[in-house]
């Protein structure tokens, strides 16, 4: 066995900022420093954003079980949170992919059964597609449930997001799924932006993109109804919950490779 990955206490991550607006406690003093400037901007509305962002994937995650979907790739989890994706769909093979140390730590000790975690950056698609463990858990012959949630917001235009989901989703199966969401300027542009302000020490600068922008990410496929919407507004599983004007608003949807 090599050593433990070393882990940069010092500056903010994503995931570990995402684990503090959830209520964990699986961060640093960076980390809470920058999430509060975050929640502080937002009027406590990203804590809102990060849970319904949370359910938004339990629900997309069964919604492709109950299709037929058995394995998943689920490319930015963060720290584990339950419900994750394996028990939102029981059985399930599902590979976990995080650049985070941390995340892969945790994630290690927790995951079971049919599951893998492997540490990786969605920015180089390469490394997750031909990693042997992503092999040897997922059968690209079938088709897969690919999970971008809250994640490629911290890839940079210059980065070819696009292009990366395309190469993603060139090596699935027919029938395979994507699930994105995605932080959006579109309803306060001013808020946004002093929130993305938040990140800019980060580990990855926080990038906001507009509805349209969001929806090119499914170029190609048969989106599912009801299309792009705000997170909270994808198959609620009752009434849809009343967004107060500190939300920090999130694009999901979810479409179907033909």
């Given amino acids: 066995m090599g ?6 206490t010092s500056v903010a991550h994503p995931a570990r900022m995402y684990d503090y607006y959830l209520g964990g406690k699986d961060n640093f003093e960076a980390d809470r420093v920058a999430a509060e400037k975050m929640i502080q901007v937002t009027r406590g509305g990203v804590r809102l954003g990060a849970r319904e962002n949370r359910a938004f994937l339990v629900r997309a995650v069964r919604a492709l079980a109950e299709a037929g979907i058995t394995q998943f790739l689920d490319i930015g989890t963060g720290i584990p949170t339950s419900p994750n994706t394996h028990e939102a769909a029981p059985g399930a093979r599902v590979a976990y992919v995080d650049n985070d140390p941390i995340v892969l730590q945790h994630a290690r000790a927790l995951m079971v059964g049919k599951t893998t975690v492997i540490q990786a950056d969605l920015r180089d698609p390469g490394a997750i597609l ?11 012959a079938r088709p897969i449930g690919v999970l971008l949630v809250a994640v490629l917001q911290f890839v940079q235009d210059s980065e070819d997001p ?3 989901v395309s190469r993603l989703m060139a090596a699935t199966a027919p029938g395979s799924h994507l699930v994105i969401s995605h932080v959006t300027q ?13 990140y800019d020490r ?3 600068p926080l990038v906001l993109r507009s509805h349209a922008a969001v929806t090119r990410f499914f170029e190609g496929m048969e989106l599912l109804d009801p299309g792009v919407v705000q997170v909270s507004r994808w198959r609620p599983d009752g009434e849809i919950p009343r967004i107060p004007d500190n939300h920090p608003w999130v694009w999901g949807g979810v ?3 033909r």
């Fill in 186 to 198: 579109d309803f306060d542009p001013e808020v946004a932006a002093h929130g993305a302000d938040a």
């Fill in 202 to 204: 980060a580990t990855a």
């Fill in 3 to 8: 050593e433990p990955p070393k882990i940069n």
């Fill in 162 to 164: 696009y292009g990366v």
């Fill in 255 to 257: 479409a179907r490779r």
């Fill in 130 to 140: 031909d990693d042997p463990r992503t092999r040897q858990t997922l059968d690209f």
